[in-house]
């Protein structure tokens, strides 16, 4: 059984830092891309930056130069760094994992973290 598990997530400051890492565990063969999204209070979900396993990164223009998405594909584990925090960043934010597991290709998802930025 595969799962996908948030951490890091909590109460910070304007103008503040906070780091989300995201482990995933369980029988996966290959993670071809690890992904961070977010959903705030009546809107929808969004994708605020992705990597995939040769190194590509994607980001969301609201958090470009202020978010950095990391991996360490050999402990299955993503990390999202996030700086310069505002509080239009408040949001649970969610992690997936685009893998080849022993069920095949398919997409795993963690339950979300809550990010409140706020003073």
């Known amino acids: 059984q595969v799962q996908v598990v948030e951490s890091g997530g909590g109460l910070v400051q304007p103008g503040g830092s906070m780091r989300l890492s995201c482990a995933v565990s369980?029988?996966?063969?290959?993670?071809?891309?690890m992904g961070w999204y977010r959903q705030a209070p009546g809107k929808q979900r969004e994708l605020v930056a992705r990597i995939t396993n040769t190194g590509i990164t994607n980001y969301l223009d609201s958090v470009k130069g202020r978010f950095t998405i990391s991996v360490n594909y050999g402990a299955k584990t993503s990390f999202l760094q996030m700086n310069e925090l505002q509080p239009e960043d408040t949001a649970v934010y969610s992690c997936?994992?685009?893998?080849?597991?022993?069920?095949?290709?398919?997409?795993?998802w963690g339950q979300g973290t809550q990010v409140t930025v706020s003073s």
């Open positions: 369980g029988s996966i063969f290959t993670i071809y891309t």
């Open positions: 997936n994992a685009d893998t080849y597991a022993t069920t095949g290709r398919e997409i795993f």
